[in-house]
């Protein structure tokens, strides 16, 4: 017997009509033959709504409390579906966190799945064709429930067909695939029909938000494989898995993050400045993205990085206040962007720095900051040239 | 240490200005240096809202579904009270009924309270001054999560008090107490500053909503002292408790209960079809408040019965489709009220019951049907007529 994972996303459940979709997509696979396990997240912006509402309750409320409040979001999404699914003639049942068996450490808000006792599925699945699991919770072992964060609900998708070895791990989404850049951005972009995990991860973590980043990095450790789809389209979705055929793409994508704030502190006098300057960010909890370092013949070095617009303002205080203003000047760029180019095994392509670095000077775009890895090279550009520099790569790239 | 049971009922709720001042109640209490148990039904019309949303999915939800639906109710009600307590001061923590330890039985809906374990809220207390409870919710012995049915957030109120042998339980709603009758129909009515449980039990029953008939009969069972109190006033309010001092009234109430329909069906042969009659009507889950049976000579009679307004054309068609029609008459008077005197031992006081027909002989109101038991006396009015028979009762009772 078949057993297929299938994730509804916030969009895929916003309506009662889109639940009534989603319920048919079910019985559709139930019919098929095969056992389904189905795992939701809240239906559209809810968990926003939630947040909002308990904000209004506590200027600081206790994160227990929060993912309290946020876990009903799932509750609500899972016993809906789970109606609709019987009136379209799935014998289905719908169980929460602590019933699925899925345990969490403690870290409230940001949990992390530590195991998951299958019993209880198994138990229904025995009997029933499906059984609808409301994503993005888990509880504790003090008997506390618990959410994965932003996104989690994939997490809570990819540990289940985990757990359960299921043949595959459905992604449904408004968002019928992996793009090699945003369709609305570059009218030539291709759909991926494969992508192998550490490219979609780095596409993940660049700004393509179909999948959250840890959820592909579980997949990838317990090779699951994940098809991203619609639920609103009978269109083949893109699978992502171990040796994909990357169709000899080198590049599998071009993506854009904006949001982006970058800060330039010069004359900092040594290293120990500068590291204790980055300190300084961090015990505040200010992630930087990409650091870069620099320092002239006399030691007096330059440090620029990129942040989340957000924390911009908060940065610039910090290091005026603590980090000696006579000796640094900082300026910050607060609405930059950062668009990247994903690809297998770049750094031994000498040939795609050269082609990116040539497609920009031809464009006139001014880049701001260079960062690659072996999966991607990023550029930093102002935010007003990223859809250009967007376009500009992915015809190098992509329709080479 | 004293600990109290706090229930506060949806309108104390409704508003973020709301869930303030029930945080500030609490506050008050663990300052003055009490533990405090608090029970919390959805905020305002919560449940109502969510079971329609259920019922958009399926035509026939499941019950076990429905109960996980809106079971979310009181979780978002008390993890949000819970943050506004703990803004206020109050070191708390909130618990669902499955983490609570109320096991129920396994009818959804309307499911009873089986056993509570102690353990989980007796471990918060001895490090926190309160615990804010999802009321209405339980879980069985499967592991799934059930509601006690309207008024259940009562029940769960009355069952943590007794389990916890608590000092005293205290029902918050927008109502200050019980009324000798609605103050909104008759502005000479009283607060009654004591009553016992089997009087408010039939108040209960009769149309006074501030309280669930089958909490009182609880707390009866158990001892448990209720007190009746708005949160919205410092106000004393009612206690309801064994042998109260009823302050010397005989009568503690006078009720109106309408949506009531008086259906009569003439020409019965026998006493067997009287009870088929009945029958039918019971199989069809209409339950039947106060019945008359009256035979003529020749053993022909008259069935005289009130129901729910809702379900009086269903058992008028019943009983024309299935008790042969040819000699029957059936007819229907869909708009009648049900007003009741509540007292303790009316029936051995025969002067009551002769004053009360007195009074209404003299106010013109035409009784249709009279129905007596050893705490109340009912009888049936057109409903036009309702209103004035509550104020000439409550004139010859109250203030005799």
């Known amino acids: 017997?078949?057993?297929?994972?299938?994730?509804?996303?916030?969009?895929?459940?916003?309506?009662?009509?889109?639940?009534?979709?989603?319920?048919?997509?079910?019985?559709?696979?139930?019919?098929?033959?095969?056992?389904?396990?189905?795992?939701?997240?809240?239906?559209?912006?809810?968990?926003?709504?939630?947040?909002?509402?308990?904000?209004?309750?506590?200027?600081?409320?206790?994160?227990?409390?929060?993912?309290?409040v946020m876990s009903a979001g799932e509750q609500l999404s899972a016993s809906l579906l789970s109606i609709a699914a019987a009136e379209a003639g799935v014998s289905c049942v719908s169980?929460?966190?602590w019933q699925a068996g899925i345990t969490t450490n403690s870290a409230y808000g940001a949990a992390r799945v530590q195991s998951i006792n299958t019993e209880r599925i198994k138990k229904e699945l025995r009997t029933r064709d499906a059984v609808i699991t409301a994503g993005f919770q888990g509880v504790n072992r003090a008997g506390d429930m618990t959410t994965l964060g932003?996104?989690?609900?994939?997490?809570?998708?990819?540990?289940?067909?985990?757990?359960?070895?299921?043949?595959?791990?459905?992604i449904y989404s408004?968002?019928?695939?992996?793009?090699?850049?945003?369709?609305?951005?570059?009218?030539?972009?291709?759909?991926?029909?494969?992508?192998?995990?550490?490219?979609?991860?780095?596409?993940?973590?660049?700004?393509?938000?179909?999948?959250?980043?840890?959820?592909?990095?579980?997949?990838?450790?317990?090779?699951?494989?994940?098809?991203?789809?619609?639920?609103f389209s009978q269109a083949e979705g893109t699978l992502i898995r171990e040796n994909a055929d990357m169709e000899k793409l080198l590049i599998s994508g071009v993506t854009k993050k904006s949001g982006v704030a970058l800060i330039r502190v010069a004359g900092v006098p040594d290293s120990a400045a500068a590291f204790g300057l980055l300190g300084l960010l961090s015990d505040a909890d200010i992630n930087l993205d990409i650091i870069l370092q620099s320092s002239g013949a006399d030691g007096v070095g330059e440090i620029a990085f990129t942040l989340e617009k957000e924390n911009a303002q908060r940065a610039v205080c910090l290091i005026k206040e603590n980090a000696g203003a006579g000796r640094l000047t900082v300026t910050c760029d607060p609405e930059v962007s950062k668009v990247s180019v994903v690809g297998t095994g770049?750094?031994?392509?000498?040939?795609?720095?050269?082609?990116?670095f040539g497609a920009l000077s031809e464009t006139?775009?001014?880049?701001?900051?260079?960062?690659?890895?072996?999966?991607?090279?990023?550029?930093?550009?102002?935010?007003?040239?990223?859809?250009?520099?967007?376009?500009?790569?992915?015809r190098v790239f992509i329709h080479a």
């Open 1 to 68: 017997m078949d057993l297929i994972v299938k994730k509804f996303g916030g969009s895929c459940l916003q309506t009662d009509e889109a639940m009534r979709n989603a319920a048919a997509i079910i019985r559709d696979t139930c019919r098929a033959g095969a056992k389904v396990i189905v795992v939701v997240s809240a239906q559209g912006d809810t968990t926003d709504r939630l947040l909002s509402r308990a904000r209004a309750m506590g200027k600081e409320p206790s994160r227990r409390e929060l993912d309290v």
């Open 95 to 97: 169980l929460l966190g």
């Open 150 to 170: 932003r996104g989690g609900s994939d997490t809570t998708a990819v540990a289940l067909a985990a757990a359960f070895g299921a043949e595959k791990c459905e």
């Open 174 to 231: 408004k968002i019928d695939g992996i793009y090699t850049a945003d369709p609305a951005l570059e009218p030539e972009s291709v759909k991926l029909s494969e992508i192998d995990y550490a490219a979609m991860q780095e596409l993940a973590f660049l700004g393509v938000k179909v999948l959250n980043p840890r959820a592909v990095e579980l997949a990838q450790k317990y090779g699951v494989v994940l098809e991203v789809r619609s639920a």
């Open 346 to 356: 770049l750094q031994s392509h000498r040939g795609v720095a050269r082609a990116m």
């Open 364 to 394: 006139g775009v001014n880049v701001l900051m260079i960062s690659s890895s072996e999966l991607r090279i990023s550029v930093v550009v102002k935010q007003e040239e990223a859809d250009r520099t967007v376009r500009a790569l992915h």
